[in-house]
């Protein structure tokens, strides 16, 4: 099977945005698995296995409308924690909370054997194909972890130098007629 | 061991850097996010590979806390060195910027203090020569 070293994101799909008024436009995300919206909705809700694909950490479920958890913004060059209160979790269909002022909602749909996930989130909208191509990256892993066959958390700058991203993030940049951040 | 990162905390990361780079003249150097997270930063024009000045988010309210402070009492969220602070002053003004001090002699230098528009004051500081 696939290893750490080998794996190369496909193209860039199943990703629009909406464009709104401000800073913040929205993001939206389809990504189908091949498991049941359980086990999906577990991997979205539990500090364990956030901690294996997910672009932060948490230090308590997020699967429980009210509980106030902790994220923690992995690879960001200085300590970056903020807090959260979950505000829906309709186990196993949708799950809604707030990531550092970017609201985030899931929902999992039955697709055949497995679920068709969705991602509205907000976002920079200098930074929205950059997002795109990070979750890309982070379902891919995801998918993997799922299937018992692990490549490891891949989030943060070292993600960036990765030869994938950068393909990715032009991909979504043109898909979506933005600009690439230059530095 | 090197110095090569400082920061300062700004109300507005956007405005921050039309700030620091088309009214004060410095670079950008890196920009990228994460989720919410943005890690922005802006170096001098002259000195590209010089240390790097952070404009963090103050969206925590420690950080809101202390920058209002510092404000409130008049003191620098960091400082600039110049060879030529009378016409830094006068370039940096006509480009819209409000002064809170013009070039000012003080004991070894001349000084001059501004708002950098996203909730602190900059100093400019210009060394005497002897």
């Known amino acids: 099977m696939s290893s750490h070293a080998e794996y190369m994101p496909g193209p860039a799909s199943g990703a629009q945005m909406r464009r709104k008024e401000g800073e913040n436009w929205t993001l939206i995300l389809v990504r189908e698995l091949h498991h049941s919206p359980e086990r999906v909705w577990l991997a979205l809700t539990d500090p364990v296995h956030l901690r294996e694909w997910a672009p932060f950490d948490a230090d308590g479920n997020l699967g429980t409308v009210g509980n106030t958890v902790k994220l923690t913004t992995v ?6 924690v903020t807090e959260t209160t979950v505000t829906r979790a309709d186990a196993p269909k949708a799950l809604e909370y707030n990531w550092g002022g970017n609201d985030m909602r899931w929902e999992l749909e039955p697709f055949g054997d497995g679920t068709r996930l969705t991602l509205w989130t907000s976002i920079n909208r200098h930074f929205i194909a950059m997002g795109a191509a990070g979750w890309h990256i982070c379902f891919d892993v ?4 799922l299937a018992d066959d692990p490549i490891g958390r891949r989030v943060g ?3 960036m130098k990765f030869p994938g991203f950068q393909r990715l993030h032009a991909e979504y940049a043109k898909q979506f007629g933005v600009q690439m951040p230059k530095w | 061991m090197k110095i090569k990162l ?8 956007d405005k921050a850097l039309r700030f620091y780079t ?3 003249g410095f670079a950008k150097r890196a920009d990228f996010s994460q989720g919410p997270y943005r890690w922005l930063t802006v170096a001098s024009s002259e000195e590209p ?8 988010l103050n969206n925590n309210p420690a950080a809101k806390t202390y920058q209002q402070a510092m404000f409130q009492q008049n003191q620098p969220a960091a400082m600039f060195f110049t060879d030529d602070v009378k016409g830094d002053y006068e370039r940096i003004k006509a480009r819209g910027a409000e002064f809170t001090m013009p070039p000012t002699a003080v004991t070894g230098s001349t000084i001059a203090m501004l ?4 909730g602190n004051l900059i100093q400019l500081t210009q060394l005497a020569r002897w």
């Open chain 1, 142 to 145: 995801l998918d993997h972890l």
């Open chain 2, 6 to 13: 400082t920061s300062v905390y700004v109300d507005d990361q």
């Open chain 1, 157 to 159: 700058p070292e993600t």
């Open chain 2, 115 to 118: 708002k950098d528009s996203c």
């Open chain 1, 75 to 80: 690879g960001a060059p200085k300590p970056h």
């Open chain 2, 49 to 56: 590979d010089g240390t790097q000045l952070q404009l963090a």
């Open chain 2, 22 to 24: 088309d009214i004060l």
